[in-house]
């Protein structure tokens, strides 16, 4: 007797407990339930007792939350729905507004440090885009070489690839501003320091620090994963020192693994000095940093996917580069201090 009430008292907490738990409802037909921790812009992180999953966004049909639904929206890209999530107090997204005139601007919401879209663009042809894209792709110079990059704020902040800069503190960038009448006038900045870098991924974050700089024209950040394969890319750089070169092509595949890392692939031609430089979708958005090709092939060339770009700007400070260790691409972090207690309380001991 004693057993069958113990087990209807664990049945009835069992039950309970899944009445207060959220309830993540998969686009397999699957269901997930637990209690959710955490939302974040891509990916929900769910307690289920005796692990934590994280959930991607693009794999969610519906959340309930304690039996309620929360209300649902439907993706540009998928057109299936996925949860909308209640607003995070922490967030300081700034949704970003263009003048009403500038029709063809780009549209996204701005995080702390880099924008990505809140929506998706619209498509449209290389011309338009290079146009208004090819103020924020720059050339970057060493005494070693030349590579290319692109502004990512316009504080003057911009990525290219860590072997473009690799050994050496004399940098210069080189931006392509256009004026009133249409023509492209060159600047040359030379007050130019490394902020951190991941020489595993080749990725390394800059900094224009001339005095008087104005502020400077940016990419927006988008989502290789949201691309097929055979979609339509292109990218901007330098190649060969020939700036402001435009090469088309298709994105081959997504998942080329080459020395451990994954890469997407892109008939689009890449060449030595187009390193550092964005891979674009047609809607405008940086889909990769284009770092390498085959030399012995055509129509080859790879890109780090942006989810890594912007892994390593959201995790920048674990990459801070130090000024007093230069040959160190990590900064480590100093620990938590410690609770300073009284000299009372080291008598009481």
Request: aromatic content about 6%; glycine content about 8%; proline content about 5%.
């Amino acid at each position: 007797m004693l057993k069958q009430s113990v087990v209807a008292i664990l049945l009835a907490f069992c039950a309970f407990q899944s009445a207060l738990s959220d309830t993540i409802q998969l686009k397999d037909k699957a269901a997930i339930v637990g209690t959710i921790l955490a939302e974040k812009r891509d990916q929900i992180a769910v307690d289920v007792g005796y692990t934590i999953l994280l959930v991607p966004r693009n794999q969610i049909a519906k959340i309930s939350k304690d039996g309620s639904e929360l209300p649902t929206k439907v993706n540009a890209n998928s057109k299936t729905s996925i949860a909308e999530p209640k607003p995070v107090a922490e967030s300081k997204t700034i949704v970003e507004t263009k003048p009403a005139e500038e029709s063809k601007a780009i549209v996204g919401s701005r995080t702390e440090f880099y924008s990505a879209p809140n929506k998706a663009l619209p498509s449209r042809s290389v011309r338009e885009l290079v146009s208004q894209l090819g103020e924020a792709v720059v050339q970057v110079r060493t005494p070693g070489g030349l590579g290319s990059g692109f502004i990512i704020n316009e504080d003057g902040y911009l990525i290219t690839n860590f072997h473009v800069i690799e050994g050496e503190t004399q940098i210069s960038v080189e931006v392509y501003r256009q004026t009133a009448d249409g023509v492209l006038e060159r600047k040359t900045y030379k007050q130019v320091h490394i902020i951190a870098m991941n020489k595993f991924e080749d990725i390394t974050l800059l900094k224009i620090e001339d005095k008087d700089v104005p502020k400077f024209k940016y990419v927006v950040m988008g989502n290789a994963d949201a691309l097929s394969v055979g979609e339509r890319v292109f990218a901007i750089g330098s190649p060969l020192g020939l700036e402001r070169t435009v090469t088309e092509g298709i994105l081959s595949t997504k998942t080329r693994q080459l020395g451990g890392e994954l890469y997407l692939q892109t008939t689009a031609q890449i060449n030595p000095g187009n390193s550092g430089g964005p891979l674009f979708d047609m809607s405008g958005e940086v889909i990769g940093i284009t770092n390498m090709k085959i030399t012995f092939g055509e129509g080859l060339g790879f890109a780090i996917p942006v989810e890594a770009v912007k892994f390593f700007l959201d995790h920048r400070d674990a990459f801070a580069y130090s000024n007093d260790n230069p040959s160190n691409p990590y900064r480590y972090l100093e620990p938590p201090s410690r609770t300073h207690h009284t000299m009372a309380d080291d008598n009481l001991q």
